[in-house]
T-cell receptor
């Protein structure tokens, strides 16, 4: 079983719809992240959460919101989807207890989102 | 200015050739971390290596090797005797403290698409 699970894996929807992407992890990590990947642009950080009560904006948070329902769950919402939000979305986790030993971020397999 | 620059957008080689993927980074911090990730056509991100700023020893793992040069702010990745299965997008990433100094965030380069032809 994957340590970081994203659902759905693929989604096609229409402009203006509300969409929620979900991420759950079994690694017991406090820190969770949402990234967006566009072709030729690498990964950009949307939001990150260092614990259930700590939510922070990343580089490109406009048009997105998040919810950290529990240590293991971190959801990303698009309140009113627009076509330029079509991208591959990744959830990731990291463990701060190991950041001096540099535990790398662990990524889910991605959600491919298409907005028509 | 980009914090992580992967100047090679695409590289194409023939199987068994050696290939080097370049990564140049920019940071003012003395403590930072560098990563390489592989993204095969299936889309998932695969962790390859991490290196902290105090360890400039080069590393070899099978056909993969990494050359960390603080003097030139580079962390290059070489695949020896490339294989078709090495075809993927490769990302270099920099982890450095945020403005508060207590948390680290990861910044990715734009990636290099490597195609290994049979």
């Amino acid at each position: 079983d994957a340590d970081v699970t994203q659902t759905p894996r693929n989604r096609i929807t229409k402009t203006g719809k509300r969409i929620m992407l979900e991420c759950s992890q079994t690694k017991g990590h406090d820190r969770m992240y949402w990234y967006r990947q566009d072709p030729g642009l690498g990964l950009q950080l949307i939001y990150y959460s260092f614990d259930v009560k700590d939510i922070n904006k990343g580089e490109i948070s406009d048009g997105y919101s998040v919810s950290r329902q529990a240590q293991a769950k971190f959801s990303l919402s698009l309140e009113s989807a627009i076509p330029n939000q079509t991208a591959l979305y990744f959830c990731a986790t990291s463990d701060p207890r190991h950041f001096y030993s540099n535990q790398p971020q662990h990524f889910g397999d991605g959600t491919r989102l298409s907005i028509l | 200015a980009q914090k992580v620059t992967q100047a090679q957008t695409e590289i194409s080689v023939v199987e068994k050739e050696d290939v080097t993927l370049d990564c140049v980074y920019e940071t003012r911090d003395t403590t930072y971390y560098l990563f390489w990730y592989k993204q095969p056509p299936s889309g998932e991100l695969v962790f390859l290596i991490r290196r902290n700023s105090f360890d400039e020893q080069n590393e070899i793992s099978g056909r993969y090797s990494w050359n960390f040069q603080k003097s030139t702010s580079s962390f290059n990745f070489t695949i020896t005797a490339s294989q078709v299965v090495d075809s993927a997008v490769y990302f270099c990433a920099l982890s450095e403290p945020d403005s508060g100094g207590s948390n680290y965030k990861l910044t990715f380069g734009k990636g290099t698409l490597l195609t290994v032809n049979p």
